[in-house]
């Protein structure tokens, strides 16, 4: 299994942007999808977008579609997350995870995690 550290994260206001940073360790981030997901205090981990395992297609929640860009570099074996008109209502831990080459949605799918990350935004 591949390991995932998240970067990136911290206290901004509402409007701004923040890019957090996914390295992938002890394994090629090329065979992997990469998922974002993000979790409030007192709630459910959400997902928030994924990307494929070539970069090729990539999906969102409705909630940060347009707001939210995901990448991933397969040379550096980086995935990001582009976060750009930041709310009060997207302040969360932020994890990414893997898993073999095809995105999900859906948590229960990915068999790496990494620490998570906090992102606060202020109003």
């Not at 995932?4 to 890019?19: F, I, K």
């Not at 409705?62 to 997350?81: E, G, H, M, W």
Request: aromatic share 12%.
């Amino acid at each position: 299994q591949v390991q995932l550290v998240e970067s990136g994260g911290g206290l901004v206001q509402a409007g701004t942007s923040l890019r957090l940073s996914c390295a992938a360790l002890g394994g090629t981030l090329s065979r992997y999808a990469v998922g974002w997901f993000r979790q409030a205090p007192g709630e459910d981990r959400d997902f928030v977008a994924f990307i494929t395992d070539t970069g090729d297609s990539t999906y969102y929640a409705d909630s940060v579609k347009s707001r939210f860009t995901i990448s991933k570099d397969n040379a550096k074996n980086t995935a990001y997350l582009q976060m750009n008109s930041l709310k009060p209502d997207d302040t969360a831990v932020y994890y990414c995870a893997a898993r073999p080459f095809s995105g999900s949605a859906f948590a229960i799918d990915y068999h790496s995690w990494g620490q998570g990350t906090q992102v606060t935004v202020s109003s």
